[in-house]
């Protein structure tokens, strides 16, 4: 079965760091864009960052210049590194598999909260 599993969501004080982290298992991962979603109590999901198999990325302008993702094809595994964090960041994160053939699977959600 397809699954992504992210990791590393918790409690952060403004202007701190947080790595997530997504690993799949049960799609072909080198042909999937990954990336990363997320969602604020009352608003609709939105994209964050993705990451094409030839590690081509796009970054949402709310997070330009402080989120990297990344990806690791050997491991399967998909990262968010996120730097100078905002309460605004404080949100429901996603992992989303997306291939050229439109199959698309999502993770269950980590929760990211930053907060003083």
């Known amino acids: 079965q397809v699954r992504l599993v992210e990791s590393g969501g918790g409690l952060v004080q403004p202007g701190g760091s947080l790595r997530l982290s997504c690993a799949a298992s049960?799609?072909?991962?080198?042909?999937?864009?990954m990336g990363w979603y997320r969602r604020v109590p009352g608003e609709q999901r939105e994209l964050v960052a993705t990451i094409t198999p030839s590690s081509t990325t796009v970054f949402a302008d709310a997070v330009k210049g402080r989120f990297t993702i990344s990806r690791d094809n050997a491991k399967n595994t998909v990262d968010l590194q996120m730097n100078s964090l905002k309460p605004e960041d404080t949100a429901v994160y996603y992992c989303n598999a997306v291939s050229v053939a439109r199959s698309q699977y999502w993770g269950q959600g980590t929760q990211v909260t930053v907060s003083s």
């Open positions: 049960g799609i072909m991962f080198s042909i999937y864009t």
